[in-house]
């Protein structure tokens, strides 16, 4: 494929897909990703330091993951 690539440029790789094809997420409003988190985060109550770790991480993972967990005010 990548020789073809070279030879003609107007061909593409088939592993070239938009993005959304890959992450279904993207397509979700940021409330509803937000409440997902909100349900499968650990609770701050029961393990504060499993839940400091993945609400520190959370955002790092894309950009609407990040804007999802700002927006979700329960989270913090």
Do not use: N
């Amino acid at each position: 494929i990548e020789d073809l690539e070279r030879t003609d440029p107007s061909i593409e790789s088939s592993s070239v897909l938009p993005r959304p094809f890959f992450s279904p997420f993207q397509r979700l409003p940021l409330e509803i990703l937000g409440e997902i988190f909100l349900m499968v985060l650990p609770t701050s109550k029961t393990r504060p330091s499993s839940y400091q770790k993945a609400l520190t991480k959370l955002p790092l993972v894309c950009r609407s993951w990040h804007d999802a967990a700002f927006l979700t005010p329960r989270l913090w």
